[in-house]
Nanobody, 122 residues
Framework: QVQLVESGGGLVQSGGSLRLSCAASGGPLSMYTIGWFRQAPGKERDFVAAISRGGGNTYADSVKGRFTVSSNAAVNTVYLQMNSLSPEDTAVYYC????????????????WGQGTQVTVSS
């Protein structure tokens, strides 16, 4: 089974940028669709973006034009570049894998990382 580890979270000021990483082990990323989700305190886990096995990208409307998902097969890692961050982006960010195509539903994903905290100050 694939194992996922997120990194790159932290504290950033409004308008700033962060790049999150999702490092995979136990199988090549080319076998999976990788999704990014986020969960703020007291809220549900929401879809952010996904990159399919074929390299196609899908984004939530709230992050289109600000976030970019990409992958580097050489290091078996998926990235989430986040620009123009606002306090509303504050959450724990998770990556997850599925053998299926991109889905905005957490239940569609089989394996999850432990999450990384992103805090955007105003």
């Amino acid at each position: 089974q694939v194992q996922l580890v997120e990194s790159g979270g932290g504290l950033v000021q409004s308008g700033g940028s962060l790049r999150l990483s999702c490092a995979a082990s136990g199988g090549p990323l080319s076998m999976y669709t990788i999704g990014w989700f986020r969960q703020a305190p007291g809220k549900e886990r929401d879809f952010v973006a996904a990159i399919s096995r074929g390299g196609g990208n899908t984004y939530a409307d709230s992050v289109k034009g600000r976030f970019t998902v990409s992958s580097n097969a050489a290091v078996n890692t998926v990235y989430l570049q986040m620009n123009s961050l606002s306090p509303e982006d504050t959450a724990v960010y998770y990556c997850a894998s599925t053998y299926d195509g991109p889905s905005p539903y957490p239940r569609s994903y089989d394996y999850w990382g432990q999450g990384t905290q992103v805090t955007v100050s105003s």
